[in-house]
């Protein structure tokens, strides 16, 4: 059966690391056709052709995993978290090789690679722990005699489409509690970054999760649309989950109105990053530093704007500079390395267009690394920005750091709340009531105070305004697949 074998995947050169990473976790499968290549970011090497899936086997997909589906749902709780544990024991052996492909195809440093990893289990782990939590209840009933019961049910089969800047904790935060809640998934991965997700496949295979539960969608770029054409036009897809950009968000909004298709969205964000006058420098550098440059700068919880309290602007930015300077930026394989590629020449070609709209637009550039490296690489730089300076009310996406100086608090509670997104926010302060009271009216789904390191798979991740519709994670994660269904027995 069509979903019952992984895409083909062919080594294409003899990169060593690629190459014992693929054949340890994927087996090696060959005679692949000349199809979708996977780049590695950092030297431009091919390291993987896959065969993509054609509209009739994404559509076959959908049909095997309608009938798996019932199966899967029928198995007890208990069942389904000992499979999914098996998932994230599996996982945790190869951790290690995960990393290296993950660094691999996105490019980001090895240490933050483990990191990812580290998060895709907890994101397993976490939803195999909800399996067996029940949402029923049985509410007070208004006709005499009667019981009003409500039960909860998985959705049925859903569709996920994930980004390549987390190609394995975006694909393990909606697959595992979507599978722990009873669903099927049908998962579209990045075209950058299949290969972390064609890893997983395999692991829960081999864990017990039948092919047709989780199934992959390979497309290039140029298909993406098909995808969501062919999703949204079944009715037997009952939701599509999706990470990614707010103009990609807004064409699944208006697709979804065919079958009136649930949606889980998480989308662009606008972080800003305000360091109160009493913060502790030290750690608000680091925090800064951490949060703006993380993966180059491309994730969507990044500061984006970083407000600086005018009495301590002058120290920020001598420190701040020293800090991005001491920075290492190379290959992630590499010792020490701290920044990595960007993922490919749009993105970095977005960059230099966003370099030339600075230019004149009241940003004064203060810091620019120093490095010889080729596209898709780019020096980090930091402009200090005038209030008028526009530029930074896009999503910037890369390893550029906008400063703006800020006196009255209010005042910088306004301009960070000026935006069309409302992902994730930072506070850093000493002052307990103020720093309470910004977060408090700051316009985000999430708000780090004196902390960057916001996710997790117990928190709800998610947005408000163009952020997106709905929350990933935390303690309802399962109730996201499921639908109530409320049963009024006389
Ligand atoms: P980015 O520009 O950072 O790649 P996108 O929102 O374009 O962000 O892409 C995120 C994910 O959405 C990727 O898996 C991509 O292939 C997919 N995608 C892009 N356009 C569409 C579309 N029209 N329908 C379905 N998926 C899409």
């Keep these: 059966m ?15 690391v690629a190459k014992d990473c693929l054949y340890a976790l994927m087996g090696g499968q060959s005679n692949a056709v000349d199809a979708l290549e996977v780049i590695d970011p950092s030297n431009g090497a091919v390291i993987a052709s896959i065969e993509p899936d054609s509209a009739p086997q994404i559509r076959q997909k959908i049909s095997d995993a309608v009938f798996a589906q019932l199966e899967w749902a029928a198995h007890s709780p208990e069942y ?16 290690d090789q995960l990393a ?6 996105q490019g980001k440093s090895y240490k933050e690679a483990q990191a990812e990893i580290a998060a895709s289990l907890k994101n397993i782990a976490w939803s195999a722990d909800l399996c067996t939590q029940s949402h029923d209840y049985e509410a007070p009933s208004h006709v005499e005699g009667a019981v009003n019961k409500v039960v909860y049910e998985p959705l049925g089969v859903v569709a996920a489409i994930t980004p390549w800047n987390f190609p394995s904790a975006m694909v393990t935060r909606k697959v ?9 998934v049908i998962l579209k991965p990045a075209e950058d970054t299949p290969l972390s997700a064609l890893a997983l496949v ?58 009136v298709t649930k949606l889980s969205l998480e989308l662009g964000g606008n972080a800003p990053f305000i360091i109160c006058a009493d913060a502790d420098l030290d750690k608000a550098v680091e925090g800064a530093f951490a949060s703006k440059f993380r993966n180059a700068g491309q994730t969507c919880i990044c500061a984006n704007r970083l407000f600086v309290a005018a009495s301590i602007y002058d120290q920020f930015i001598e420190r701040f500079v020293a800090r991005v300077a001491a920075a290492k930026i190379g290959n992630g394989f590499d010792d020490g390395v701290e920044i990595g590629p960007l993922i490919h020449a749009r993105a970095y070609e977005n960059m230099q267009k966003f370099l030339s709209q600075l230019q004149g637009d009241y940003a004064e550039l203060i810091y620019r690394g120093h490095m010889d490296l080729p596209a898709p690489f780019v020096a980090p730089h930091i402009f200090a920005c005038a209030d008028e300076c526009q530029a930074p009310q896009q999503e910037i996406f890369g390893p550029i750091a906008c400063v703006y100086k800020f006196d009255d608090i209010d005042d910088v509670i306004t301009r960070a709340n000026e935006t069309s997104y409302g992902l994730a926010a930072y506070v850093y302060g000493a002052d307990q009531d103020l720093t309470a009271y910004i ?49 009024c027995q006389a």
């Design 2 to 16: 069509l979903a019952n074998k992984l895409q083909k995947v062919k080594i294409v050169n003899n990169y060593d």
């Design 80 to 95: 389904r978290r000992a499979t999914l544990q098996k998932w994230h024991d599996l996982a945790a052996q190869d951790q």
């Design 100 to 105: 290296a492909l993950l660094t691999l195809e």
């Design 176 to 184: 595992a509690p979507a599978l722990a809640a009873g669903c099927a």
């Design 202 to 259: 395999k692991l829960a295979q081999k864990a017990g999760i039948p092919a047709e539960i989780f199934a992959l969608a390979i497309l290039p770029r140029e298909s993406a649309a098909l995808f969501s054409d062919i999703v949204f036009n079944d009715a037997r897809v009952r939701m599509v989950s999706f990470t990614g950009s707010t103009a990609v968000g807004k064409s699944l909004i208006a697709a979804s109105a065919t079958n």
């Design 439 to 487: 977060a408090q009216q700051l316009q985000f789904g999430m708000v780090g105070i004196n902390e960057v390191r916001i996710s997790d798979a117990s928190i709800p991740f998610g947005g408000v305004k163009q952020s997106g519709i709905g929350r990933e994670g935390g303690r309802d994660s399962l109730l996201n697949f499921m639908v109530s269904k409320y049963i």
